[in-house]
């Protein structure tokens, strides 16, 4: 059984940054692809960024919508994931939720994940 503890959300100007943070606990860490998903109301989650474990830190992958400003990161030892958040819009507000897959694969949809955190709300004002 995977715990995971998402941290970080908040209110921000259009423009300004946040840094979500997600901490596991139980299995192994590096076993597990890690994604960040997103929920706005009245839409259906999203995955906005997922990264797999690899000896070199991990291949990424991005929504468009978030190429260039958004950065997914893992540290292993650490058993946390971060998703760096740059010039932040309105339209990515939304709760926020950390997954985990027990495998080495790069899946988008939000039924693929094993596990998932409570969520952290991110809100953008205009």
């Known amino acids: 059984q995977v715990v995971l503890v998402e941290s970080g959300g908040g209110l921000v100007q259009a423009g300004g940054s946040l840094r979500l943070s997600c901490a596991a606990s139980?299995?192994?860490?590096?076993?597990?692809?890690m994604g960040w998903f997103r929920q706005a109301p009245g839409k259906e989650r999203e995955s906005v960024a997922i990264?797999?474990?690899?000896?070199?830190?991990?291949?990424?992958y991005y929504a468009d919508s978030v190429k260039g400003r958004f950065t997914i990161s893992r540290d292993n030892a650490k058993n946390t994931v971060v998703l760096q958040m740059n010039n932040l819009k309105p339209e990515d507000t939304a709760v926020y939720y950390c997954?985990?897959?027990?495998?080495?694969?790069?899946?988008?949809?939000?039924?693929?994940?094993?596990?998932w955190g409570q969520g952290t709300q991110v809100t953008v004002s205009s």
């Open positions: 139980g299995g192994t860490f590096s076993y597990y692809s």
């Open positions: 990264i797999i474990s690899s000896g070199s830190g991990g291949s990424t």
């Open positions: 997954a985990a897959k027990l495998a080495l694969v790069y899946i988008r949809a939000a039924s693929g994940y094993d596990y």
